[in-house]
């Protein structure tokens, strides 16, 4: 059982696998939180503590650990909910109404009933347990039972509390080209603040906390929330003034405010949430499966071809028909036409809203490069950038209404181009439908769908932050419904859009434009923090890299790719015959071990040499890999020792090394490991490993 209640008490434990959660409802009916961390059985030892105050300015509002604060009253702290009820109150009293319990297949849920003293406005806390992934899902559903319209200022689906001081707090910070940049910073007295104003959620912080108490890959505890949703976001953290803790995140109250009509509900961007009594590794591991087993769409990602850094917007049949006939025979699954086959796009302004095929480029139309494509036994798929305008589109010209503007002033353009209002319904019905035909009328099996500017001069609703995505999300839920053969990456200029609210909609993630394959190891390292592996794309692409200006070689480079789901963005016309049989090679080495990369268990493997090693881990079953790189060798003869994790003490594996076979217990292998030395610049190697079957 998850769910563990003491009636008598009014307390609630929840128990996942090896983790309890515990809150109860005191005799003045204030939701208190009571627990986090490791698991404990008994729901009889917890205890309400009773309610003091400790002087006039220490409230007990501010001393207690509420679930669920909302504004009012004699509380300063963060709050999850404001609302303005129709009269002008700006006050929430709520009571405590009951409880409920179900259950699914997937999961256990308890739903804590609260209600306002004098409105009729519901407020229903959702605790969705996950036993087998450790992890438990918080959302808040609101209601307004009033006669009148309500308006929500701030709505977050709950208060963490995290019991210690001087934590240390860790997200990214990045930008175009440089996504997923890592960082740590203690927590103090004061506030962090991480958030997204911006439409698209993702370049600069990402929607997660994660709390630790120096915690290493393996050990320490870890507190973590990642958030089910690509909209505008603020996280917080605070470490109050009584010796604890706080953490929320959900939707970004700036410029937000969103109305409940009379008898609407609306259930707020849910947080899935764990502890981790054993360091990053746990956080990380619970996360993947999680999101393989719950979130992702079910197998293996192809090897795609991309044409976007070979010809950028000079796109034409022939040249693409040339590029497909050589991705086919150095391995590729899927060739993706990117950005400049439509309308009139040879550059950034203009093109885009008008989905047309641009016959001077495509002559005899797409379906000549679709059947070729087809006929080489490879999927097709195509960009498309559906929430976009250009001005000089006909799409503008006939629909400036359509775009995000204020009546009076001039929205602005950035990339040459305007954001579509997908709080429309004729907007969404126009974005749904031209897709809904590419789709019917041509045969294509991949959508990337990007997203390359920010949203500006919103318009007169202050819930498009929200409404906007959700919105996106509609339209490719109701897609992928008609055509369940297709599936979607998710691209916003890179990874401008990476979140566990896409990771449900989409099958397929951009994880940066940044492709240097040095760089991307720091961002790729970053990423696995929170997301599995199959959601991260990784290409291979072109020296001089056209960000770094780096020359690497071509083996590092597709190393480097391969510990994702593996892309090609090269210009392959200009392949020397080394490069090509290279990438032959490589590519038919990664379908080989795609099922081990795609969804085996991911380790971030400590590096204790002084040259910087980048070692991991992957894990599936009997069988696993170590990916090396070392990017330059300072100390050139000084080697490292590579630490397996997970695997049986007592098991015989054997290593294949570009030196000979090595066979080692497990005990053996994660205790003294092996070394091993690279030397050079960009040196790199995979070593397969096995589990010897006793004879
Ligand atoms: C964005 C994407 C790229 C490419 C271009 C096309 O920058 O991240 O991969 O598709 O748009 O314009």
Redesign the pocket.
């Known amino acids: 059982m998850s769910i563990v209640i003491n009636k008598k008490k009014d307390i609630f434990l929840l128990n996942t696998r090896s983790v309890s959660y515990a809150f109860g409802i005191d005799d003045q009916g204030l939701i208190r939180h009571l627990y986090w961390g490791k698991k404990i059985d008994s729901v009889e030892d917890f205890e309400m503590p009773v309610l003091t105050e400790v002087s006039t300015n220490d409230p007990v509002f501010e001393i207690t650990r509420e679930e669920f604060p909302v504004y009012g009253g004699l509380r300063y702290k963060e709050h999850c909910l404001r609302v303005v009820f129709a009269d002008g109150t700006r006050e929430i009293v709520y009571q405590y109404c009951g409880y409920e319990t179900d259950r699914t297949e997937e999961y256990e849920e308890l739903i804590i009933r609260l209600k306002d003293v004098r409105y009729d406005f519901d407020m229903n806390l959702h605790y969705r347990i996950y036993e087998d992934y450790d992890l438990m899902e918080r959302s808040v559903t609101v209601k307004n039972g009033t006669a009148q319209r309500i308006q929500i200022e701030k709505l977050h689906s709950g208060q963490f509390h995290i019991p210690y001081e001087g934590l240390n707090f860790s997200n990214v910070h990045g930008h175009w080209g440089a996504e997923q940049q890592r960082f740590t910073q203690k927590v103090s007295y004061g506030k962090i603040v991480i958030e997204n104003r911006r439409g698209i959620s993702t370049h600069n912080h990402n929607p997660y906390f994660i709390l630790d108490r120096n915690a290493t890959e393996t050990s320490g505890d870890v507190y973590f929330g990642a958030l089910r949703m690509s909209g505008n976001f603020s996280g917080v953290i605070e470490q109050t003034q009584y010796g604890e803790t706080l953490a929320q995140i959900g939707l970004n109250s700036h410029d937000f405010m969103m109305e409940l009509e009379p008898g609407e509900e609306f259930e707020a961007p849910a947080v899935i949430c764990g502890y981790s009594e054993s360091g990053f590794e746990t956080m990380s591991r619970n996360l993947h499966h999680f999101a393989l087993k719950n979130i992702l769409r079910e197998g293996y990602r192809p090897v795609l071809y991309?044409s976007?850094e070979a010809t950028g917007?000079n796109v034409n049949s022939r040249e693409q028909i040339k590029l497909a006939k050589k991705a086919r025979e150095i391995g590729a699954e899927l060739f993706v036409l990117?950005?400049?086959w439509f309308g009139e796009r040879h550059g950034?302004d203009n093109g885009l809203g008008d989905w047309y095929v641009n016959e001077s480029k495509f002559p005899n139309g797409l379906d000549e490069l679709i059947s070729e494509v087809k006929a080489l036994d490879m999927k097709f798929g195509i960009?498309v950038?559906p929430e976009m305008v250009n001005p000089k589109a006909q799409l503008y010209q006939s629909h400036p209404d359509w775009i995000y503007h204020f009546e009076t002033r001039t929205s602005d353009t950035s990339r040459g181009q305007y954001v579509l209002n997908m709080g429309k319904k004729e907007v969404q019905d126009f974005v749904y439908e031209m897709l809904d035909n590419l789709l019917t009328e041509y045969e294509i099996d991949y959508i990337?769908w990007?997203a390359?500017r920010p949203i500006s001069q919103p318009g007169i609703r202050r819930d498009i932050w929200y409404t906007h995505i959700e919105a996106v999300y509609e339209i490719v839920r109701k897609l992928k419904k008609k055509h369940p053969q297709v599936l979607f990456e998710a691209?916003?200029?890179?990874g401008g859009r990476i979140d566990y609210g896409i990771l449900g909609i989409f099958d397929d993630f951009?994880t940066s434009?940044n492709t240097d394959a040095y760089d991307r190891l720091y961002i790729q390292d970053a990423y696995s923090y929170i997301y599995p592996i199959k959601a991260m794309r990784a290409w291979v692409t072109d020296c001089p890299n056209f960000l770094s200006g780096r020359e690497i070689p071509l083996r590092f480079r597709y190393h480097s790719a391969m510990m994702g789901t593996l892309g090609i963005g090269c210009n392959i016309l200009k392949f020397t015959e080394e490069e090509e049989n290279l990438s032959k090679e490589m590519i038919c080495r990664y379908k080989e071990i795609r099922p081990i990369v795609q969804e085996g268990d991911f380790y971030r493997l400590e590096n204790p040499s002084e040259n910087r090693y980048f070692l991991y881990e992957y894990l599936k079953g009997d069988q696993g890999l170590i990916f090396a790189f070392l990017p330059q060798s300072r100390v050139g003869h000084r080697g490292t020792t590579i630490r397996l994790r997970g695997l049986e003490e007592n098991a015989v594996y054997t290593l294949k090394t570009e030196f000979g076979e090595i066979t080692k217990s497990g005990n053996y292998l994660m205790n003294f490991g092996m070394n091993l030395s690279l030397t050079g610049d960009y040196a790199s190697i995979i070593i397969p490993f096995e589990k010897k079957n006793r004879e």
């Not at 691209?491 to 890179?494: E, I, P, Q, V, W």
């Open positions: 991309n976007w917007f990117d950005d400049g950034i960009w950038e990337k990007d390359n691209c916003a200029s890179g951009w434009d």
